[in-house]
């Protein structure tokens, strides 16, 4: 699949969530903390968001590779802010620097990769 126009490097995304529910672990005890699948799953989301109407029809993204460090807990009821920023093309593949933070606080952050393909797949 040749470079598909509008999804350049750049592109960035961001989304908003309280830490509640099925974002917290509970095996640490206590009320719980933010769970690493979890985070990584919203950087996903993210990153896919941040593209998606950019997208062909009959088509969707899908992830394939991630890198992503966790590096402090954040606990539930806070507020975090998830983000993607697209770095490179290549063809159908994607590559996304994505971060996780409560406030100034880095929760996460690493790269994340994703691929353009038919969403009959």
Do not use: Q, W
Not at 40 to 47: R, V
Not at 48 to 54: A, F, N, W
Not at 73 to 82: D, K, L, M, N, Y
Request: hydrophobic share 35%; aromatic share 4%; charged share 25%.
């Amino acid at each position: 699949m040749d470079t598909i126009e509008g999804i350049r490097p750049g592109i960035e995304g961001r989304l908003e969530r309280v830490v509640e529910g099925n974002l917290l672990t509970h095996h640490v005890g206590g009320k719980g903390t933010f769970a690493t699948p979890a985070m990584i799953g919203l950087m996903e989301l993210t990153s896919h968001r941040s593209v998606e109407r950019l997208l062909p029809e009959g088509h969707t993204t899908v992830g394939y590779e991630v890198h992503v460090r966790h590096l402090a807990p954040t606990a539930p009821g806070r507020a975090i802010v998830v983000s993607s920023r697209l770095t490179e093309v290549k063809g159908n593949k994607l590559y996304f620097e994505v971060e996780c933070r409560e406030g100034d606080t880095l929760l996460g952050s690493g790269i994340h990769k994703r691929a353009i393909v038919p969403a009959t797949f």
